[in-house]
């Protein structure tokens, strides 16, 4: 039997790893850039986690790329075009909008649009009783005196 | 002997779910068996309670001679995390899932004493068959109570992250949720056998949605507030699969709990009720299925098997794929409900349903889209956070517009332009508060404004709601009080978990979008600044710990020069796993927290030693965990409105 949660480990390297004073980037402006760009890249020996959480080395590898990237100025399309040249779309946290992924887009609202196309046609197949007229009222009145009288 | 007695106990809890299942579907047209079903029921139930007492026993004793206890227990882990050790690992909480699925079939057997007797065989048999399928399971393919041959002196522990009293009790909420749909279910399936859904059906299952959904809602709320303080960085969502799994029967149920108000109120949409309430327990399993067949990678995951994914997989294929089949053949001949105009609450609690359907459709898709691609286009692709955040984004900010109408209008024919001017003050509210904070807060963010006025929006239009029913400011104040404590408590709890929605989106909105953070490597008396706050590392000490040895730093908080607080974030050390894990410090200033951890020991510039120290200020985050606890409380609260105590309705 194996001991439980084997994987659990990695979570202890969560540990915003991305702060570390260390590697920051001299200028604030050029070090935000970087950080947004962190959290849309995978970090790719890891479980679902963004490179700004991960403490893995390559991790750090790829924030170090990234940082490089930024201070050499690069733009974050350029950035994101070099890692993916290297590592494929896996490396993107946020798929790409491409004809492939098109399903994965575009596919739960066009779930929504359906039950909205259903709902609809429910109301053209069966509408609602309509309201009584105003002498249906009066002789529903008048029937319901005749009751009480 | 002990553990022995309870492997026979729950071998037995097997053999009385099997008869259950019979006498129960049996039962259904010659009522004499069905009160033996309801004893089958009880029986099985108190069979896995055995079971599950020698488990716990074994655990509390250190009985390291069960294979289970040896890996997940060790003698200097505290009482708390010894019980709770029981449920840690996935044979043990395989365990707790039986214990809570054979425990809602013998509260039905024992409280549903208003059901129609044929409804209510049928629903407990049906139990009964689940029961059988996880018992077998358990039994057969992860006995939580094997003993090893050869003992060893001392256990491997449990994993120091999971000892912690908020994970402790997370298990047991998440799965009274999950396997609380099961009765949902089993009612569902009852009801297609049957071939009739009613009003009085809908009543019937409501409370134990409610029930499941508010429990479900503790235990995920326990679960990411767990994530926020143990992990180091404060983060509380992840749109990890695992998260993912507990979070589809979460909306599944969320949407449920409403179209059976309309089942039960108007007699509509009892087909879409009875495909929501199987739904609801099938992605509980899917959930069951993700977590331990290790599918999908996720960053909490059980030791992964493949042949126990297997295993749960035809469990999950066997009975939804029946119940789902039972409900294409018979749900055509349903009686069609009632009727309603396109302007009506009908149709907005349609809308509602729809839009939790397409959210809990994204989550599913984005989920699985990663496998499903890789065995098309034969790449790998990641589907993380962004993807999450944009879509179920989206598809939720419309369900949040239209909430505030749902209660304000009126069933069949309601008039959309009344609700909306009911709702004046409360859209203005909104934008105003969306424009202030637009306009006041640094860095100054369109859409998460946006957020905050959509979350102000439920909050005043829940509150516009009571406005309305009391006619509070408009009638004279003893006749709004009188019309105050006459509200039913079901439309307190309404009010309640609509408002704890919008409070959520507040806190998520403040807390993703204005968090503040530092680090730096400090020396003894190095400072840092953290937004509007200083924060100075006094000193550095050690700690003896039960099982743990640790470095707890004394830090204090200031702002312009004031003492504000003085947390003592820990790095803590377990010898017995070899592990470390940060226990950090919160500091509450309102709603919002100041979020410390000690780091690693590092060199500073003049070679003396330094932490490296990381702080957050985390803008009303209390407000994402006070949210969903509304939520659940407003829940609850309705379960205990009397209209719908458990089979009350059914009374002439």
């Not at chain 1, 995978?42 to 700004?52: G, K, M, P, W, Y």
């Not at chain 2, 069951?288 to 994914?309: E, I, K, Q």
């Not at chain 2, 424009?435 to 006025?453: E, Q, T, Y």
Request: with cysteine; net charge positive; glycine share 10%.
């Amino acid at each position: 039997m194996r001991p439980l949660l084997v994987v659990l480990t990695a979570l202890m390297l969560m540990a915003g790893a991305a702060s570390d004073p260390s590697e920051r980037l001299q200028d604030p402006a050029q070090e935000a850039r970087a950080r947004t760009l962190f959290a849309q890249i995978r970090c790719l020996v890891c479980q679902n986690e963004s490179i700004d959480d991960s403490d893995a080395e390559l991790a750090g590898d790829l924030r170090k790329v990234v940082r490089e990237q930024i201070t050499a100025g690069r733009s974050d399309g350029e950035v994101k075009a070099f890692l993916t040249d290297r590592y494929g779309e896996f490396v993107l946290l946020k798929p790409r909008f491409s004809p492939a992924n098109a399903v994965l887009w575009l596919g739960p609202f066009l779930a929504a649009l359906a039950g909205l196309a259903l709902l609809a046609s429910r109301f053209r197949r069966r509408e609602p009783t309509p309201a009584l007229s105003g002498e249906e009222e009066s002789r529903l009145a008048a029937l319901l005196d005749d009751e009480t009288a | 002997m002990t553990v022995e007695l309870g492997a026979f106990a729950l071998a037995l809890a097997l053999a009385l779910s099997l008869a259950q299942t019979v006498l129960g579907l049996i039962g259904g047209r010659r009522p004499t068996l069905a009160g033996a079903g309801e004893g089958a029921a009880i029986g099985a139930f108190l069979g896995v309670a055995v079971a599950f007492a020698a488990l716990l026993t074994a655990f509390i004793t250190s009985d390291f001679s069960v294979a289970n206890v040896a890996s997940n227990s060790h003698t200097a882990k505290p009482l708390l995390y010894k019980l709770a050790g029981t449920w840690g690992s996935h044979e043990g909480s395989m365990l707790l899932w039986c214990l809570i699925l054979t425990g809602y079939g013998a509260a039905v057997a024992g409280f549903g004493k208003g059901l129609p007797a044929g409804l209510k065989s049928r629903a407990l048999g049906v139990q009964g068959l689940l029961g059988v399928l996880f018992l077998a399971y358990t039994v057969l393919a992860s006995n939580p109570l094997a003993r090893l041959a050869s003992p060893p002196i001392e256990g491997r522990s449990l994993n120091p992250l999971l000892q912690d009293p908020a994970l402790a009790f997370h298990p047991p909420f998440l799965y009274l949720g999950y396997v609380g749909f099961s009765v949902v279910f089993s009612f569902a399936v009852a009801a297609l056998i049957e071939g009739r859904v009613d009003a009085a059906w809908a009543r019937w299952v409501r409370p134990w949605t409610l029930a499941a959904w508010s429990f479900l809602t503790i235990g995920i709320a326990l679960g990411s507030f767990w994530a926020y303080y143990e992990l180091g960085w404060g983060g509380w969502w992840f749109w990890d699969p695992v998260e993912n799994a507990s979070f589809m029967p979460w909306l599944i149920g969320a949407a449920l709990l409403h179209s059976a108000i309309v089942t039960e109120k108007r007699g509509a949409l009892s087909g879409w009720t009875l495909f929501l309430a199987l739904a609801a327990f099938t992605f509980s399993m899917l959930g069951a299925f993700l977590v331990r067949s290790g599918v999908l990678t996720s960053v909490h995951a059980f030791a992964v098997d493949p042949t126990r994914g297997v295993l749960l997989l035809s469990i999950l294929g066997v009975s939804s794929g029946a119940a789902f089949a039972l409900f294409a053949w018979r749900s055509p001949a349903l009686a069609p409900g009632g009727v309603f105009a396109p302007a009506s609450r009908e149709s907005l609690i349609v809308l509602n349903n729809i839009l939790l359907t397409a959210a809990t459709g994204a989550v599913l898709f984005g989920t699985l889209y990663p496998l499903i691609y890789e065995a098309f286009a034969g790449a790998p692709i990641t589907v993380g956070p962004p993807y999450f955040n944009l879509v179920f984004g989206v598809l939720m900010g419309l369900a949040m517009l239209i909430l505030p109408f749902g209660p304000l209008t009126a069933w069949k024919r309601g008039n959309v332009v009344d609700s909306a001017a009911q709702l004046r003050l409360a859209g203005a509210i909104a934008v105003l508060v969306g424009f202030l904070i637009f306009a006041l807060m640094s860095p100054r963010k369109a859409l998460a404004s946006g957020g905050v006025a959509l979350g102000a929006w439920v909050i005043a239009g829940a509150a516009s709601e009571i406005v309305q029913r009391t006619r509070a400011f408009k009638a004279p104040w003893p006749e709004v009080r009188r019309r105050l404590t006459g509200l039913p408590r079901g439309s307190w709890g309404m009010t309640l978990a609509h408002a704890g929605l919008g409070l959520f989106i507040l806190g998520a909105c403040f807390e993703t979008s204005w968090k503040v953070e530092a680090a730096e490597a400090l020396s003894i008396g190095g400072q840092v600044r953290l937004g509007a706050f200083e924060l100075t590392l006094k000193s550095v000490g050690t700690v003896d710990g039960p099982n743990y040895i640790a470095e707890r730093g004394q830090l204090t908080v200031t702002r312009g020069g004031k003492p504000v607080c003085a947390p003592a974030p820990e790095r803590r050390f377990y010898p017995a796993g070899k592990q470390s894990t940060s226990e950090v410090a919160l500091c509450n200033l309102g709603f919002s927290q100041v979020y410390t951890v000690l780091g690693e020991r590092r060199a500073a510039v003049g070679g003396g030693p330094a932490w490296l120290v990381r702080a957050y200020y985390n803008p009303w985050v209390q407000l994402i965990y006070l949210g969903p606890l509304l939520m659940a409380l407003g829940g609850l609260l309705s379960l205990s409105d009397r209209r719908l105590r458990f089979a009350v309705g059914s009374k002439p």
